[in-house]
């Protein structure tokens, strides 16, 4: 039996790496003679650069960078097992958890820190990036970025727009002579899992501003400057990103990494997908088993195990999911691949001690998985 084993992070618990690995151990007790391929995903968020560069065999690239509020920190990206690709999530550089409760404030947090480690591949030679952009702190417009990359953002009086988005009201003219020349020839896709546009009530600030310290006086402030950004992009650059779906992603980040680098959104699990060649290895396997940390409906809305589903459904192989916890709505994802899941507390409990234990408990729950799978081979047998 070839089983693809492809969870996703159980968050706050273990990486999806880690799983993988108790999965693994928790099946194995059963069918010893299984063969298990352990493909470890993300949907572009947390856990996407672990997750890549584990399926690939890449490595970890340490780099100093500017914080979302400009203090220096100590961020990474990885590069994937071909050399040539670098992954990359800008919350370790410009992400809200790197900014305390009491500090946030999108008018001045800035995306710089992402830029300088897009700036970090291309010094390492890198031709193809995949950047995850969940998890924001910022709502810039991906201005910071783009200031990295060698971009200036210039008022009426010809000086140079200091950090943050709320700066962005003030701009005027946008130079891209200095932008780096290596961008030309390298191809940049971006994980982006929702579609909101840059402004307007369904847009960047709107959604998702309060989450990162805005009033509702700053909401207000806030879309109105990325507005005249985009207008003041439309005019200079000649694109037109306010209403392309995703350009509200990570504070407006989607539409500077299409209006500046020319980048690509796609579905993050697409991506890693891809990155990982899991059709080609899905294609053989007699078992997919799949999870994350919480199966409910919003399980069928991108997440990662529904893509793992809809590829391996594409075969015809057989798809089970086990889970941190199941909602009372996660019947609707037997519609969409997924054949069967499981829960993996045993009995009530408070969320500590699953955490606590969650090694084991996924590993018990791997195993009665494959007890049950043995059941039904001996009745097919009959």
């Not at 140079?160 to 988005?165: C, K, Q």
């Not at 840059?198 to 700053?218: D, F, I, N, R, S």
């Not at 997908?273 to 809305?301: C, M, N, P, W």
Request: glycine share 14%.
């Amino acid at each position: 039996m070839r089983i693809i084993v492809a969870p996703d992070s159980f968050k706050g618990c273990l990486t999806a790496w880690e799983v993988a690995e108790r999965i693994e151990s928790g099946f194995l007790q059963v069918w010893r003679d299984a063969e298990i391929i352990k493909i470890p995903i993300a949907d572009g968020g947390e856990g996407t650069v672990q997750a890549l560069i584990r399926a690939t065999q890449g490595f970890i690239v340490p780099v100093d960078v500017v914080g979302p509020l400009g203090t220096p920190l100590r961020a990474y990206f990885g590069i994937l097992g071909d050399g040539e690709t670098a992954v990359i999530e800008m919350a370790v550089a410009s992400g809200l958890p790197l900014v305390p409760k009491q500090k946030r404030n999108p008018r001045l947090a800035t995306s710089y820190g992402t830029g300088q480690l897009i700036k970090a591949a291309l010094d390492r030679g890198c031709k193809k990036m995949i950047i995850g952009i969940g998890g924001s702190a910022t709502n810039d417009g991906g201005a910071g970025v783009a200031q990295a990359l060698g971009v200036k953002f210039l008022t009426k009086q010809g000086a140079e727009l200091s950090f943050g988005g709320g700066k962005l009201i003030k701009l005027d003219t946008i130079d891209v002579s200095g932008i780096d020349p290596r961008l030309k020839d390298t191809e940049i896709v971006v994980a982006c899992d929702v579609d909101n546009p840059l402004c307007g009530p369904h847009g960047a600030t709107a959604v998702y501003g309060p989450q990162k310290g805005a009033t509702v006086e700053m909401v207000g402030e806030l879309d109105r400057a990325l507005h005249h950004y985009s207008m003041v992009i439309e005019r200079d650059l000649g694109k037109h990103i306010r209403d392309i779906p995703g350009a509200g992603a990570a504070g407006g980040l989607g539409a500077g990494l299409i209006a500046f680098l020319n980048a690509t959104l796609k579905p993050g699990i697409d991506i890693i997908l891809e990155a990982t060649h899991f059709r080609d290895k899905v294609s053989s396997a007699s078992l997919v088993i799949t999870g994350e940390g919480y199966l409910d409906a919003q399980t069928i809305s991108g997440k990662a195990p529904s893509g793992v589903a809809r590829v391996a459904k594409q075969y015809g192989v057989p798809v089970i999911a086990i889970a941190g916890g199941v909602a009372d709505d996660a019947d609707v994802v037997y519609e969409h691949g997924i054949d069967a899941f499981m829960d993996i507390v045993p009995y009530p409990m408070q969320l500590e001690e699953a955490i606590k234990r969650g090694e084991y408990l996924i590993e018990r729950a791997a195993a009665r998985i494959a007890r049950m799978l043995q059941v039904g081979q001996q009745l097919n047998n009959r």
